[in-house]
């Protein structure tokens, strides 16, 4: 009888086994699954974060050019020849790296919230000159 209670017994600490080995199976298939959706999710942030830094990209191009235009100005408009000239640079789309860049470089920075332009610059901002 011993014999069959330890057969039992031994049984009993397989099947618990195998049953702790199917749960632990499905915790990890959960947990792949997670890791998957997660990963793709950082995928999509990624982009989004590419996609967020390419106006900015293209923005530091704009100021580039506006820049040129301001130079060659006085050259091309005899009426502005003797004037001060200021850039305005403005975004509907604002961002605090393009924000930091516009002043940087001079040039005051505005916001166009429902067709409405705020100035947003520090009261200290010293303005690029161009012109003269």
């Known amino acids: 009888m011993p ?12 099947e618990e086994l195998h049953r702790e080995q199917r749960r632990l199976d499905e915790h990890q298939r959960k947990t792949e699954e997670r890791l998957q959706r997660i ?3 950082l ?7 590419d996609e967020d830094l390419a106006p900015a990209r293209s923005k530091t191009e704009d100021i580039d050019e ?3 235009d301001l130079k060659r100005a006085p050259k091309s408009f005899s ?3 003797g004037k001060k000239l200021y850039g305005i640079f403005a975004i509907s789309h604002p961002s605090p790296q393009v924000r930091e860049w516009v002043l940087s470089e001079g040039f005051y920075y505005g916001t166009i919230i429902d067709e409405i332009l705020a ?9 690029r000159v161009f012109g003269r």
Do not use: C
């Open 39 to 41: 990963e793709g999710e």
């Open 66 to 68: 506006m820049v040129d």
């Open 43 to 49: 995928r999509q942030l990624q982009a989004k974060d």
């Open 79 to 81: 009426e502005l020849r």
């Open 119 to 127: 100035l947003d610059v520090p009261e200290d901002f010293p303005p």
């Open 3 to 14: 014999e069959q209670d330890l057969d039992k017994s031994i049984a009993n600490r397989i």
